[in-house]
């Protein structure tokens, strides 16, 4: 009988039950009784003085509970940055103040400056209309290059310049650096941009902030992928509560990219204002206000140079980037450019000399955070696309020549910082070639050229670094956080589970997964155990769910916490078979003892553990309850292999994707249609970004990209249907599961894949092009294809 | 949204009496309407609906055998109805958004609103059509006026539009990758007296003929005919999604395809 439950099972989704019926909770179907909406006033320029707010008239609108202002927060703290960064010469980064509602000055469009509570929603749109304010407008900041400049407007007047770090990483020598150019046969430069975006979950933010006044507590609904972060950075930083008094939840998500990992002000504010009100506050974003919002992703101008010895080995890599951070430092926005980016610049490839400088600018514009993958997109982004380019200068198969440069030997410690535990890049190498029919494109060429379109194949390796850690390395490179997980496995009298975890689905599919694990371990039903999340009050302190590390990092918590449990169960088990605890071995949700034919039930065990009449009181605890904390020994490294292969139309420019292949390592694999589904999200979002995806300002800091008229999200019909490969699997060896993760690697790896796929088709129609900037739009190949 | 009353008449003269009240506005499908009362950009008093209004809806050849559509049947009907009749007209209507945008969103309110990047502007230019209104007939000529203008007075309700019916006719849309409006939109229109030729999405001005192109296909209807003419690039929009090059060279490509294509 081929296996029904527990790892490597393709189990339907659970939780779309409820999802597909529209019988989801989410933080907007919350109401709390008697509750008020707040609506902000927001900043409709991108740079300004604020000289006066006259709230008079508005608080005299109907339903008006109450005006606030920056006034009302003066003694109230800011919102933190998560990691700080140390720069090139040693000195911390340059950490501006960025208050809940704008202190004298507004910075981006979409700045909160007044925010109004009422009886309703209108209410509270109507008297921010009557809000009076008096702006003295500055200039933008819109060009990072311009914001460097000596005599640049500055977006913090309290800071000495729009520089916020200037770091290095790899090696620090320069000219030793240098000397590596200096010997190189050949070196092929590229610059390029990783464009903007705005991560779009399905969902906008919300925020219900609720004070129960009898009992001095707080709750706060708010849309978050790791609610006991936001209860800590809120209390500890922002407002100054005593963490037991507030009681994070969040409830199903509804997508969230990385989007919803930062503190925001609105939960702050509502949290603040449920008790100044002592009412309930809600608030739900528009579309138009995530816009200008919601923290955005990726902006690098980057300029990447690469050197090779005669035998086309890899002999040094320099990068030099430009790092768009906005007008504040949303909670991780410093670590992606820096840690997040510059330690995957080594790729899959063995280049021993490697330089990654970035300079993170501050800009009148939102703020940009982590956006699935954070960092390493780019990384890859800008690797692939220069090796991409001189395999084309230097007459050499793409394919061979990253094989020829893959790093075939682990552990491998690159020269910016990471240790690679494992991997196979030939053999997910071997698996793409396959799938990807490369021997048949020739054909599928002369096809696509016989119909008047060109036709390109673009290929490209990533590896990414999923389940940030150890807390200790981090903590030595800025982080203000630990990156463990926990989790706590409760076994009930009759025998089935609940598992408190601190990772908290916002679409992956963990209320399916996670019980696969534990229903391995004991061999039990998955639908005899449920999970917990979301909720502070009921979960363990874990860190949430963000860089692909739930499965790797709580995942293994929870792990832990099941080992503990079966320990314990096992204790039990022996005493009511009067044996030896060493001899009891657990299987398929029996006890047995090795080498006889007694065995009692996993039900029988536990129901002993919370009726303890036969039981042995004097050795154990009755009840059966465990909890463990994992932080990881390191980063785990999925890594793969894409193939992508485009039509373009050479009279309109026009790209459509014809196959695109996924080869991925992601060591083992517990649920592979969970597994398939997020490849095809992350791929989904990657071409989305490689050919539509633009959040774009003018010169005067005004979002030109500011609805779905304008920002082109991917639909159904701009993707194909993939072939998704994950069979390549060398396990982490870290970790209890030998799990790596899956979450980012798809948009990670998908973007230069179609980039090069599109200069390949150009290249064949003999235009001299290298490189083309992100979205790929039509408009932007027919200008190429004209030059 | 602001508050305002909201009128479902069951007549014309019914609506056309509530729209003289102070700023009243009609309501169709809602389509291009609503999203804008959501955003507060209109502060209508009352608002009118159309949808129950009988006489207002239909798909039908008049006696000068010129297909007549009334002013608020849905892009869905359209498609459906005039198919027969006009089948580049329906292919038209059935590739505008998607179909809850079909089903609701009418033909009166696209003409009204004279969305620059909108569909039916080029239809009912290159149709020589005409603009029915509670109260005159309006050439498509004078009619478009610019961008989101048009002839229409305050209060003027338009009933129903009447399009000529070629002998062969297409129409190429070129998606904007976001809005899936039309990036540039060609309509090509054959008619025993000549060709028309409407542009739309791509001209600051709103939708146009191109007159070079006609008289070129007039003389022979084969896309080759255009190769000598090339489009000047003055007054064409440049936005995110393309440069006035772009367009102008989207206009020619365009046209070529629907001459191809044109039945
Ligand atoms: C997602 C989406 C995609 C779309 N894609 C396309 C597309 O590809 N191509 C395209 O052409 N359009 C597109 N549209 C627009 C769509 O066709 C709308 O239906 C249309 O523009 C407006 O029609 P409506 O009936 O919804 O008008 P409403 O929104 O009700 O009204 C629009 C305006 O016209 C006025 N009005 C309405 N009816 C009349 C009348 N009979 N007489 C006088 N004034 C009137 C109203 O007062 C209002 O000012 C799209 C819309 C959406 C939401």
């Known amino acids: 009988m081929p296996k029904d439950f527990g790892i490597g099972v393709s189990q339907k989704r659970r939780e779309d039950v409820r999802f597909l019926k529209g019988a989801g909770n989410y933080t907007d179907d919350i109401n709390v009784v008697g509750q008020a909406f707040v609506h902000f006033l927001r ?74 509570v009422a009886d309703t929603y209108e209410q509270a749109r109507d008297a921010v209309e009557a809000i009076k304010i008096d702006l003295d407008e500055l200039p933008a900041v819109i060009d990072m290059a311009d914001a460097l400049t000596e005599n640049a407007v ?54 219900v902030g609720d004070y129960n006044q009898a009992t001095e507590e707080h709750t706060l609904f708010t849309t978050s992928q790791n609610p006991h972060v936001i209860r800590l950075l809120m209390c500890a930083f922002v407002l100054g509560l005593p963490e037991h008094k507030v009681r ?74 430009l790092a768009n951070l906005g007008a504040y430092l949303s909670t991780f926005s410093s670590s992606v450019p820096t840690w997040l980016h510059g330690t995957l610049m080594a790729g899959n490839y063995k280049t021993p000399v490697i330089q990654v400088n970035v300079k993170a600018v501050f800009t009148t514009t939102v703020p940009v955070d982590a956006y699935r993958g954070a960092g390493r997109p780019e990384a890859t982004f800008q690797l692939e696309r220069v090796i991409d380019k001189v395999a084309r200068e230097l007459k050499l198969d793409p394919v061979a020549l990253r094989r020829q440069n893959f790093i075939t030997e682990f552990p491998y410690d690159t020269p910016v910082a990471l240790t690679y535990d494992t991997g ?91 019980p696969q694990v534990v229903a391995e371990m004991i061999g039990i039903d998955e639908s005899q155990i449920e999970i917990v999340h979301g909720d502070s009050s009921k979960i363990p302190f874990g860190m949430g ?69 036969n039981f042995p009181l004097q050795d154990i ?42 080869a991925d390592d992601f060591g083992n694999i517990v649920n592979p249609m969970i597994v398939d589904g997020q490849v095809h999200g992350g791929i989904g979002q990657g071409i989305g970004q490689a050919l539509l995806e633009s959040c774009s300002y003018d010169k005067d800091g005004q979002l030109l990209s500011g609805s779905y008229m304008d920002y082109a999200m991917p639909r159904a019909d701009d993707v194909p249907f993939y072939a998704v490969d994950h069979s390549s699997q060398t396990p982490c060896t870290h970790n209890p599961l030998g799990v790596k993760g899956c979450g980012e690697a798809g948009a990670i790896g998908s973007p230069p894949a179609v980039v090069n796929a599109v200069i390949d088709a150009l290249q064949s129609a003999g235009h001299d092009v290298d490189h083309i900037d992100m979205p790929v739009s039509p408009s932007r190949v027919w200008a190429a294809m004209q030059s | 949204m602001y508050d305002f009353e909201f009128e479902k008449p069951s007549s014309i003269s019914d609506a056309i009496t509530l729209l003289s009240s102070e700023e009243a506005m009609p309501l169709s499908g809602g389509q291009t309407l609503i999203p804008a009362l959501k955003q507060r950009l209109n502060a209508p008093s009352k608002l009118v609906s159309l949808a129950g209004i009988p006489e207002l809806r239909g798909v039908s050849v008049n006696e000068g055998g010129m297909l007549e559509i009334k002013g608020a049947t849905t892009h869905a009907v359209i498609a459906k109805q005039a198919s027969s009749h006009y089948p580049a007209l329906s292919a038209l209507a059935s590739h505008i958004g998607d179909p809850a945008v079909r089903n609701r969103g009418t033909i009166g309110g696209s003409l009204a609103n004279n969305d620059p990047a909108a569909c039916y502007p080029a239809a009912v230019l290159a149709s020589n059509g005409k603009i029915i209104s509670n109260k005159r007939e309006i050439n498509s000529e004078d009619f478009f006026q610019g ?117």
């Open chain 1, 545 to 613: 769910t963000y860089g692909s590390r739930s499965i790797a990092v709580c995942g293994s918590a929870m792990v832990r916490a099941t080992e503990k449990v079966i320990n314990k169960a096992k204790k039990i088990a022996a005493h009511l078979m009067e044996a030896s605890d060493a001899d009891i071995e657990l299987k398929d949700g029996q006890f047995s003892v090795a080498g006889t034919d007694k065995s009692v039930a996993w039900g029988e065990v536990t129901l002993a553990a919370y009726v303890p009449h």
């Open chain 1, 424 to 514: 196979d890049y030939n053999g997910t190498m071997n698996k793409l070639e396959a799938a990807a029919d490369f021997d048949g494109f020739a054909q599928r060429r002369s096809d696509t050229e016989a119909n008047g379109k060109l036709r390109g194949l673009g290929v490209n390796c990533y590896i990414e670094a999923c389940g940030i850690a150890p807390s200790n390395i981090v903590g030595m490179l800025g982080a203000r956080a630990g990156l463990y997980d926990a989790a706590t496995v409760r076994v009930n009298a009759t025998g089935s589970i609940s598992v408190m975890v601190g990772a908290h689905s916002h679409g992956q599919g963990h209320e399916t997964v996670f």
């Open chain 1, 154 to 207: 500055k977006v913090h007047d309290e800071l000495k310049s729009n520089l916020c770090y200037d770091w290095v990483l790899g090696e620090t020598d320069n000219e030793k650096v240098q000397a590596a150019f200096d010997n190189a046969e050949h070196i092929t430069t590229l610059e390029l941009t990783n464009q903007r975006l705005v991560a779009n979950p399905m969902e906008p933010r919300v925020a």
């Open chain 1, 248 to 321: 994070v939840v969040a409830p199903d998500v509804g997508g969230g990219f990385g989007t919803k990992i930062f503190h925001y002000a609105e939960e702050a504010f509502c949290t603040f204002a449920a008790k100044a009100c002592n009412r309930p506050v809600k608030w739900t974003s528009s579309r138009s206000e995530s816009f200008v919002t919601d923290a955005q992703g990726r902006d690098h101008v980057t300029k990447i140079e690469l050197a090779l010895d005669s035998e086309n080995n890899f002999t040094a890599i320099r990068t030099n980037t």
């Open chain 1, 43 to 116: 900043s409709e320029v991108a740079h300004a003085t604020i000289n006066s707010i006259d709230t008079s008239a508005a608080s005299n609108m109907p339903g008006v509970v109450r005006i606030f202002t920056g006034a009302d927060f003066e003694g109230v703290g800011g919102l933190p940055c998560g990691w700080q960064v140390t720069d090139r010469n040693n000195e911390p980064m340059q950490e501006p103040p960025h208050p809940i509602l704008a202190q004298g000055k507004v910075r981006h469009v979409g700045d909160p400056i007044a925010a109004v």
């Open chain 2, 147 to 263: 961008m989101f203008t048009t002839a229409l007075d305050e209060g003027e309700l338009i009933t129903a539009v009447q399009f000529e019916i070629p002998t062969v006719a297409n129409y190429q849309k070129f998606l904007q990758p976001a809005s899936r409006f039309a990036l540039t939109g060609v309509f090509v229109a054959k008619f025993d007296s000549g060709v028309r030729v409407a542009i739309t999405g791509a001209s600051e001005n709103g939708v146009f003929r191109w007159s070079e192109a006609e008289a070129l296909l007039s003389d022979n209807f084969s896309p080759s005919s255009l190769d000598v003419l090339t489009f000047s690039t003055d007054g064409l929009i440049s936005d995110l999604h393309g440069t006035p090059a772009y367009r102008a060279s989207l206009i020619k490509t365009l046209t070529k395809r629907a001459v191809i294509a044109a039945k």
């Open chain 1, 621 to 662: 605890e009755p009840g059966l309850e465990e909890t463990a904390f994992y932080d990881p020994a390191n980063f785990t490294f999925p890594a793969g292999a894409y193939a992508c292969e485009v039509e373009i139309d050479p009279d309109t420019g026009q790209v459509s994707i014809e196959r695109f292949c996924a």
